[in-house]
């Protein structure tokens, strides 16, 4: 359990999540508010305490040994029919009255999961309708049912009824686009075939893939922009996927006071305060904190970046704006709107948007200047948010 916690904190910082599973919503209260006699509750209380301790550090250790060589398998990334929708709870609903797209699209994330903000900022961007579970990080309850355990999952329904469940952010991006190519005429069920998984095998062992993830299905729909601009718009999606993702990490968690101040900004957006009681806040927080920040030493390592984590997220952040200013334009896909390689690339800053590196990119990079134009594109298209349950707001 601890080892799931450690393992996709790493990839996504979403330990928010672990407060909006109403199940653990339910047992952190009735915990909390049912013990009576003091001195068991804090012997209880230590044991708990304890246990959380000594499992962390234990899963700490298996994971930090592991990092870099869990690779996505087949079923990680395979798209998937199923015949109805899984029986979860939908937190809440994202409803645009002005979606004329008849999309039934339902969303599992971790609020800041780079990869699921990635989806969000598209999927608000385009005006969609959604709905959205957010898995509990510990117990990933809501997506028992899935052979794909990471986020985000994506299921669309298809015109013959179905779900077909989506497994990788980029191919979800891709797959959704080249339905609005023509929603009417484009169902699902048949534009998923273009993205089958491939692999191929090397000294690295078997590497598993999804082709034409970046590709968008115009079928025979003329599309408007030239073959330079897709190339363009492709290249830098696969950027945010293979770089730009890869800095947020080692830069949210680059000293422990820093890390700290991660985890004391994912208790505020997630309100922990208001789903925990103090001292499993605290717990979440201070091992959250010490587990990161030793994660993060091993990140940089793995994606051979030098100890001087602010300076690739500058050059990076320089990088995509001397590419808008050789281009002259506001956005990469123009002057009037963003195209799918400002939305990734949006998407995957929006996760640390409360964290001091981010405000490190804002005074040492113009990157401010592109990401607020890119945000009220965003927010000004994003539908209202619908609570569903106690848990949403
Ligand atoms: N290539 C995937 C990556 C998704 C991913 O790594 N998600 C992380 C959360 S940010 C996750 O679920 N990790 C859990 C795990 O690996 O078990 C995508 O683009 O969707």
Known sequence: MAFRYLFTSVTGRHVTRLIIQPKNVNLVRNYATKIEPKKKTSSLKLLLIGGAIGGTIGALYSFY??????KPTSKDLSATILDKKPDVSIMRKIINPNDKSDLDIVLFQFQTCPFCCKVRSFLDYSGLSYSVVEVDAVLRDSIKWSESKKVPIVLV????????????????????????????????????????????????????DIANKYFLMFQDKKPKESKETFDEERQWRSWADNHLVHLISPNVYRTYAEARETFEWFSEVGQWSAYFPEWERNLMVQVGTFAMWL???????????????????????????????????????????????DLSVYGVLCSMEGCEAFKDCLENTKIGLWFYEVKAKVESNRGFRKPTSLYAV
């Open 295 to 341: 994660i993060s030493k091993r990140l940089i390592k793995k994606h051979g970046l030098s100890d001087d984590v602010r300076t690739h997220l500058y050059d990076a952040c320089d990088k995509w704006m001397g590419a808008l200013e050789k281009k002259q334009t506001k956005f990469m896909g123009g002057n009037k709107e963003p195209n799918l390689a």
């Open 65 to 70: 040994d592991n990092i870099g060589k869990k």
């Open 157 to 208: 329904k298809s015109k013959n009824g179905k779900y077909v469940q989506l497994n990788d952010s980029s191919m979800i991006i891709s797959a959704i686009s080249s339905i609005l190519v023509d929603p009417a005429k484009n169902d699902i069920a048949e534009v998923v075939k273009f993205y089958p998984v491939t692999n191929f095998t090397d000294v690295y062992g078997t590497i598993y």
